[in-house]
């Protein structure tokens, strides 16, 4: 579209760009097919556009991929695109504010292409919305005020680096590939602007995200202090500057993205933060009717194809969302898979009873009150295992071990299922077996 064609949809449809909003329209026809094809568009992908305005990178998008969906706050220019588009069953437009747009139904289309000529006034927390991991964006392109893209690829002992930084650059490698002048959009902007591609961190560090996040925020709070008097008491600062080669009196914006996540692993006081299994703890063996033929080491059962006794744990809110643990990629079996709130073996001489609320206690942090709701037989799908299958409900504080679990993450139960149908393979099978069973008996639990 050119900007005769966007200035006159905006005066069709009522739309003084609002510079609360930072409604600034992009109207080069060429910019937009260049900033496109940065997003490398194949025919099978999904693309989620934020902010897409009149449709100006959207028209070089429709029809090239498998799926469209478009963020538009602006109720008005949303009619508009769900007419322009009225034809097509490829585009879904959603009147929504990106930075609270649910990005969790977006886990069924999976993995997500994310396009955004973002609002200034809002770009940051758009992008923390869509990309703070977890989520189902694996490839970004952006365009956002200079300043703002020159804090997120800033270096450490530079006045533009922070938390927004070290956010950003924990999890995603960033590249400004181009800037571009205030005189391609509608109206002109003040300042220049910056496209960037953001592509997953190749970082394979574990570490406990949420803390990782805490003693950032901490460390910049005042960021002419010294990191020592803004860190909790949770580890000796002196004994970990040493470690890492930092001064004693060292302040945030000296420190790297790797030394800060030496200082979370560091700090983090969990007792089973380096422990993803033991290969020696003693299992029961059993028979095909759950009957205790003799004791074997945890690696012996699962190398042996033993059958053994286990338990999951489905936990619901008061919202009837059910909590997904993301396995993390130490675990021995299916790392990186979505799994069962929590899950685990029986010790040798251990009750079903009496894992349930250890299993939850030790992986997630919670003392619930736990309901035996089913049994499933061992099959391959199960790995062998008897499976005590319990529900409980909580609403509080989870606090797992980052060497266990990645990330966990409430979800709606219809909205599961339907991710369950479409991409099976993003889960634990253990916990497909489990779920068809609850959602089957119990899609009413906690009415």
């Keep these: 579209m050119i900007a005769s064609e966007i200035i006159g949809v905006l005066k069709q449809h009522g ?37 897409p305005g009149t449709g100006a990178l959207t028209e070089h998008l429709v029809g090239r991929v498998k799926r469209v969906i478009l963020v538009e706050f602006d ?87 922070g938390v927004l930084s070290l956010r950003m650059q924990s999890e995603w490698a960033s590249q400004p590939v181009k800037t571009v002048p205030p005189e391609a959009f ?42 020592k008097k803004q860190l909790p008491d949770t580890a000796n600062w002196e004994e970990v500057s040493a470690e890492l080669g930092l001064p004693v009196t060292a302040r945030a914006e000296e420190i790297t993205l790797e030394q800060w996540i030496k200082i979370t692993q560091m700090y983090d006081d969990n007792p089973l933060k380096d422990i993803p299994q033991c290969d020696d703890e003693i299992f029961d063996v059993v028979d095909e009717n759950d009957e205790v033929v003799r004791q074997e080491k945890r690696s012996v059962v699962h190398a042996e194809n033993l059958l053994h006794r286990a338990v999951h744990v489905l936990v619901f809110n008061k919202k009837k969302e059910i909590l997904l643990q993301k396995r993390s990629i130490l675990k021995d079996k299916c790392p990186g ?30 003392e619930a009150e736990v309901q035996h709701i089913a049994q499933l037989k061992p099959c391959e799908n199960t790995g062998w295992e008897h499976i005590g299958l319990y529900v409980a409900r909580y609403d509080g504080v989870l606090r797992f071990p980052c060497s266990e679990i990645e990330h966990a993450m409430w979800f709606e139960m219809d909205e599961l299922s339907a991710w369950i149908q479409l991409k099976p393979e993003d889960f634990a099978p253990g916990f497909i077996q489990c779920w068809a069973i609850f959602y089957e008996k119990f899609s009413s639990y906690g009415e």
């Design 337 to 366: 898979l979505w799994d069962s709130s929590a899950a685990g073996h029986l010790d040798a001489g251990e009750s079903y009873d009496a894992c349930a609320p250890r299993e939850l206690k030790e992986e997630l942090g919670v």
């Design 75 to 161: 109720a008005r220019l949303a009619e508009y695109l769900k007419h322009k588009f009225s034809d097509r069953d490829d585009v879904d437009v959603h009147h929504f504010d990106g930075a609270r747009f649910d990005v969790r139904q977006l886990y069924k289309h999976a993995p997500i292409k994310f396009l955004g000529n973002l609002p200034y006034s809002a770009g940051g927390a758009i992008m923390r919305n869509f990309m703070k991991s977890p989520t189902p964006v694996v490839r970004a392109v952006l365009m956002l005020q200079k300043e703002f893209i020159d804090r997120i690829v800033a270096e450490h002992r530079t006045k533009a680096y």
């Design 186 to 227: 509608h109206p002109r902007p003040l300042i220049d602007s910056t496209v960037m591609t953001c592509v997953p961190s190749d970082n394979k560090e574990v570490y406990d995200k949420r803390l990782f996040d805490e003693l950032v925020r901490r460390g910049f709070s005042q960021r002419r202090k010294q990191v």
């Design 15 to 51: 739309v003084t760009p609002s510079k609360k909003l930072g409604q600034n329209f992009l109207c080069d026809a060429n910019v937009a097919r260049w900033i496109v094809e940065q997003l490398e568009p194949e025919a099978h992908d999904t693309v989620v556009e934020v902010g």
